[in-house]
């Protein structure tokens, strides 16, 4: 499973890229609000951190001023991946961009359906928000599960990318189910290396290692 970040922050990136297991990042509006500055310099930044794809969003409603945004964001990098709305207006987008090479991330999807049409169109990725579905009560691991075994079933290249993470159990679950891509914030990311065990493990090792005749 690939590792993205999901922040704009260049800090936050740097570190994750200095980890080594960085694959990617995505943004988004408001993600770019946080940060000061310009969001296409930002993008441009990112870019040369993480070779891998950077996700930048479009915030046209219909197609042409879509597809417009997104061929002037394609030009910052070459690892750029336009990010569209899961809407009609935004499949159309979505075929036109991918003719022409360039990546497509579907933001926003909460049912199968709307991965399945976003698949057709061609999209690169597909960004289910698991966290957003938890907190209507519904279950976002549910729809990854859904997710994995459509595009298995038709063989769609479409890669499952797991967004609005909050928690390591949704990464987990995410790797059990075999979603392509979880796109993970900082904080999370942090916490998935982390074990108590580990660390009193650690501390015992090091504590005996005092006793130890060195000579
Ligand atoms: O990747 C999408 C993400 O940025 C949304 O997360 O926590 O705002 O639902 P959240």
Redesign the pocket.
Known sequence: MKFFI?TANLDEIQQAAEMGILDGV?T?P??MAKEKGSFKEILAEICKIVPGSVSAEVVSMDAEGMIKEGKELAKIADNITIKIPTILEGLKAIKSLTAEGIETNATLVFSPMQGLMVAKAGATYA?P?V??LDDISHNGMHLIEQLVVIYENYNLPTQVLV??V?STQHVVQSALMGAHVC?IPFKVLSQLIKHPLTDSGLEKFLADWKKVNKG
């Open positions: 999901d995505t988004n408001s993600l960004s928000f966290g957003r967004a609005s909050r796109t």
